[in-house]
């Protein structure tokens, strides 16, 4: 059986809102389903965003390093 409707967004988002919660979360679950990477994405762009930094003594202390690292393999 097919059952096809041509409603509107707005009409759609009212007939979510009057759903019971356990039907809320079955639809949730088939939402994040059926929509592939978005997340995965959205989750690593966060990772990136939240990852630590290196302070200005550690950029410098790392310099110094590449700096004498460089100069020990011309001698």
Same mark, same amino acid.
């Given at each position: 059986?097919?059952?096809?409707?041509?409603?509107?967004?707005?009409?759609?988002?009212?007939?979510? %809102?009057?759903?019971?919660? %356990?039907?809320?979360?079955?639809?949730?679950?088939?939402?994040?389903?059926?929509?592939?990477?978005?997340?995965?994405?959205?989750?690593?762009?966060?990772?990136?965003?939240?990852?630590?930094?290196?302070?200005?003594?550690?950029?410098?202390?790392?310099?110094?390093?590449?700096?004498?690292?460089?100069?020990?393999?011309?001698?």
């Amino acid at each position: 059986m097919e059952l096809k409707m041509e409603i509107g967004l707005d009409q759609l988002i009212q007939a979510i %809102k009057q759903l019971p919660a %356990k039907q809320l979360i079955k639809l949730q679950a088939e939402i994040n389903r059926t929509i592939p990477n978005r997340t995965e994405k959205e989750d690593f762009k966060n990772f990136l965003l939240q990852a630590p930094v290196f302070s200005e003594d550690q950029i410098s202390l790392i310099e110094g390093a590449r700096k004498s690292i460089n100069t020990w393999g011309k001698n």
